[in-house]
T-cell receptor, first 114, second 113 residues
Framework: DADVTQTPRNRITKTGKRIMLECSQTKGHDRMYWYRQDPGLGLQLIYYSFDVKDINKGEISDGYSVSRQAQAKFSLSLESAIPNQTALYFC?????????????FGSGTRLTVV | GENVEQHPSTLSVQEGDSAVIKCTYSDSASNYFPWYKQELGKRPQLIIDIRSNVGEKKDQRIAVTLNKTAKHFSLHITETQPEDSAVYFC????????????FGKGTKLSVKP
């Protein structure tokens, strides 16, 4: 089934470590996003990409970087993880050209920084 | 940029009652307003959306209304059931139809049997 896949599903890492979260999609959508979810704070946009050559910062990009390796792949990196980056991370896709403004979310990656 | 406010943050209703969640937005150029439902431990899923050229849209027990003048939109759930218990997020497109979604902070709905 066409979908958005995130790996890993859960990860515990130590402070100062570099970690990469991966997202791949089979929906053929151009746009991909990374969101962070914290209890009571909703979904906050970290980075977004409208195509392979177009990367944009979101509301809370500090401490994060991204790579759009292909139309189907969008990775999020924490260069030096810190405890307040403990959160649930979601990747999402959309394709307004197809009239699909609504997002399809991945299953999420639960990251714990100790 | 766009700012989306969502109220209430928590809502508890008895099974069979109606539930209403309200959102306001700041960018008058926004023209697409989706609602997402997130069950515990799962991904947010689109349940209904509305575009700015429509004032109301219904899908079985759920409906969304939009007041462009006042810049607010609402989700209405009738005849609530325990399986409606979840966190609901509203969102609005930032910067017109080519922008990205900005989400409200969510409403935790609890439906008591």
């Amino acid at each position: 089934d066409a979908d958005v896949t995130q790996t890993p599903r859960n990860r515990i890492t130590k402070t100062g470590k570099r970690i990469m979260l991966e997202c791949s999609q089979t929906k053929g959508h151009d746009r991909m996003y990374w969101y962070r979810q914290d209890p009571g704070l909703g979904l906050q946009l970290i980075y977004y990409s409208f195509d392979v050559k177009d990367i944009n910062k979101g509301e809370i990009s500090d401490g994060y970087s991204v790579s759009r390796q292909a139309q189907a792949k969008f990775s999020l990196s924490l260069e030096s993880a810190i405890p307040n980056q403990t959160a649930l991370y979601f990747c999402a896709t959309s394709d307004p050209r197809q009239g699909k403004h609504g997002y399809t979310f991945g299953s999420g990656t639960r990251l714990t920084v100790v | 940029g766009e700012n989306v406010e969502q109220h209430p943050s928590t809502l508890s209703v008895q099974e069979g009652d109606s539930a209403v969640i309200k959102c306001t937005y700041s960018d008058s150029a926004s023209n697409y307003f989706p609602w997402y439902k997130q069950e515990l431990g799962k991904r947010p899923q689109l349940i209904i959306d509305i575009r700015s050229n429509v004032g109301e849209k219904k899908d079985q027990r759920i409906a969304v209304t939009l007041n462009k003048t006042a810049k607010h939109f609402s989700l209405h759930i009738t005849e609530t059931q325990p399986e409606d218990s979840a966190v609901y997020f509203c969102a609005a497109i930032n910067g017109g139809s080519q922008g990205n979604l900005i989400f409200g902070k969510g409403t935790k709905l609890s439906v008591k049997p």
